[in-house]
């Protein structure tokens, strides 16, 4: 197992944390040192805020841990491509590189849709590399949505919510 595999693996770990919640799995380490110093998980339903990405709270667990909101030393793993509040967040913080597990084709911004990360018209331009446990990451938020797609269509069919995904 590589280094980018072991901290995607804690990654995934905290994307698991956010199915447990009925939230979309997604997961996100920090990594300074070669120890962990900010984690997150997906939690915008849970707290009710377009803040609840899993990059945004290790983010700032991270500069907590640090005592600084630069984070020039550090890596983030995530297991989806960022989107464009988190990418932000990510360049501001003066993260220097990132290693994303899936790519994401409808909301990314790490090369999907557009890259913020590598802008050069900004001050500070991120290394990403793409794919690590992808299959892993993919599956992961490829079986979370089938299922809710699965027990949309059971409450429409049946006409009465079924409370376990939703």
Not at 19 to 35: A, F, R, T
């Amino acid at each position: 197992m590589t280094v980018h595999e072991k901290y995607m693996k804690a990654a995934i770990k905290q994307a698991l944390k956010a199915l447990k919640l009925n939230e979309v799995p997604i997961g996100c380490v920090i990594v300074h040192n070669d120890i962990i110093i900010g984690r997150g998980y997906n939690r915008r339903n849970t707290d009710k805020t377009a803040l609840g990405h899993a990059e945004i709270t290790a983010i700032k667990k991270a500069s907590k841990y640090l005592g600084d909101w630069r984070l020039e030393q550090c890596t983030m793993y995530i297991t989806l491509e960022p989107c464009q509040m988190c990418s932000g967040a990510i360049v501001q913080a003066r993260i220097p590189m990132v290693i994303i597990g899936a790519m994401n084709p409808k909301a990314g911004c790490a090369g999907s849709i557009i890259n913020l990360l590598q802008m050069q018209q900004f001050n500070h331009q991120v290394e990403i590399e793409k794919g690590v446990l992808e299959e892993e990451c993919t599956s992961l938020l490829t079986n979370f949505f089938q299922e809710l797609r699965e027990l949309k269509k059971a409450k429409n069919k049946n006409g009465a919510p079924n409370e376990s995904r939703i």
